[in-house]
């Protein structure tokens, strides 16, 4: 299938992202912080796709994309206590935050582990194909492993775009910069990767003292 770049501001773009990912093809998207490369969550061979179109370990899980809106998490994680004062703090932005998943359900995305780390970015566009699709995207960064995160659609479709069947151009990311990922999972919570929300920032919501949380930050790496 040929890969087709659609203009965010086309009326119909999300609907035929949308029907690119229910048939199982991967489709390049825009977040808040960079583009991202996504796969139906309920298509195990299109999350495997994902997974041989990055080069990426089948043993390193995926990121899942949400709309705007914590109640739809609730079939897929089961937020802790941290999670939830979190995601309430910061609202829908630039973070991840790694959660147990949900009983229920299972996923090569989960790289077969128990946890899930979930994203809802403040991304009108996004927020589009998600509802059109009615589940979550399986995601990771639309390049190759090891390569940069790419902040432009053009950049994606030419670090990736050869393995997809969408790509949804809604312009430069607004942030540039990876998530922030912190594991809520485990107690204490711990930064696995300090990207766009400072760690600091993390620390004053958790109640941590942020300079531990930046050098298990600075560990992690």
Not at 72 to 96: D, H, K
Not at 137 to 150: D, I, Q, T, V
Not at 170 to 194: F, H, K, N, Q, Y
């Amino acid at each position: 299938m040929p890969l087709r770049v659609l203009p965010a501001s086309s009326p119909d773009a999300a609907a035929r992202v949308a029907d690119a990912l229910r048939a199982g093809g991967l489709a390049i998207v825009p977040t808040d912080t960079v583009y991202g490369v996504a796969a139906d969550v309920r298509r195990d061979d299109a999350v495997r796709a994902l997974y041989a179109a990055k080069g990426k370990s089948a043993r390193e899980p995926l990121q899942l994309l949400f709309p705007p809106d914590a109640a739809a998490l609730a079939p897929w994680a089961r937020l802790t206590a941290p999670a939830r004062r979190l995601i309430e703090a910061l609202g829908p932005g630039a973070w991840t935050v790694v959660a147990p998943a949900a009983d229920g359900w299972s996923s090569p995305a989960l790289a077969g582990g128990a946890t899930v780390g979930v994203r809802m970015p403040p991304m009108p566009a996004l927020a589009a194909v998600l509802t059109a699709l009615g589940a979550p995207l399986a995601a990771s960064s639309a390049n190759r492993h090891g390569g940069p995160s790419p902040t432009t659609c053009a950049d994606a479709v030419a670090a990736i775009g050869e393995r997809c069947a969408a790509a949804l151009d809604a312009g430069p990311t607004p942030r540039g910069l990876d998530s922030t990922v912190v594991d809520c999972s485990r107690t204490p919570p711990r930064i696995l990767r300090e990207g766009a929300v400072p760690a600091a920032t993390v620390a004053a919501h958790l109640g941590l003292d942020a300079i531990e949380v930046a050098r298990r930050a600075e560990g992690a790496r």
